[in-house]
T-cell receptor, first 117, second 112 residues
């Protein structure tokens, strides 16, 4: 069964460093998302991406964040200068909706646990 | 409360018993989905119910949706120790890039 994959599974970085989290969505999916979950808290939406551009972003997704789909298969989240409060589990998700069929499920990757020291 | 709030926050039951978790939300939705998360792990999709549906079954799972009360419930019948996890409801609206808004979750412990 197709699945969303994410790398790395864990990342430890120093405050102020740049990190890139990688995701490979399911191949025929059209909508891509990043969510994050701070330890013990709910899953929060960060950004949605469709047709090679951001379709919506949350207040969390400030200028320090960017997303890219560089080669038609990978979907990346970059944090330019990490802060302590960026420590969280980051989930990638994808969804197939050629005619905006809203019945379709969003499939989540296993997550990348980011720790900023 | 925020969109998608579950109750109870924590639930402890004996293996074989049924577990019921509730979710409330505030705005109109297109569908509501339930996910399971084992401790520190990824999100596993359990079931999706559309706004025009009232009840849906999948194996030992039964989901109901009451759009007039803006609430949903997830029932797990004949629970097993392996059902121990956190359960989240998430709502989706087509007019908002179909992003999912998650609740704060119910932590279920099934005692063997």
């Amino acid at each position: 069964e197709p699945e969303v994959t994410q790398t790395p599974s864990h990342q430890v970085t120093q405050m102020g460093q740049e990190v890139i989290l990688r995701c490979v969505p399911i191949s025929n999916h059209l909508y891509f998302y990043w969510y994050r979950q701070i330890l013990g808290q709910k899953v929060e939406f960060l950004v949605s991406f469709y047709n090679n551009e951001i379709s919506e972003k949350s207040e969390i997704f400030d200028d320090q964040f960017s997303v890219e789909r560089p080669d038609g298969s990978n979907f990346t989240l970059k944090i330019r200068s990490t802060k302590l409060e960026d420590s969280a589990m980051y989930f990638c998700a994808s969804y197939y909706a050629p005619k905006r069929q809203i019945e379709e499920t969003q499939y989540f990757g296993p997550g990348t646990r980011l720790l900023v020291l | 409360s925020q969109q998608g709030e579950e109750d109870p926050q924590a639930l402890s039951i004996q293996e074989g018993e049924n577990a019921t978790m509730n979710c409330s939300y505030k705005t109109s939705i297109n569908n509501l989905q339930w996910y399971r998360q084992n401790s520190g792990r990824g999100l596993v999709h359990l079931i999706l119910i559309r706004s025009n549906e009232r009840e849906k079954h999948s194996g030992r799972l039964r989901v109901t949706l009451d759009t007039s009360k803006k609430s949903s419930s997830l029932l797990i019948t004949a629970s097993r120790a392996a059902d121990t996890a956190s359960y989240f409801c998430a709502t989706a609206r087509m007019d908002s890039s179909y992003k999912l808004i998650f609740g704060s979750g119910t932590r279920l412990l099934v005692r063997p």
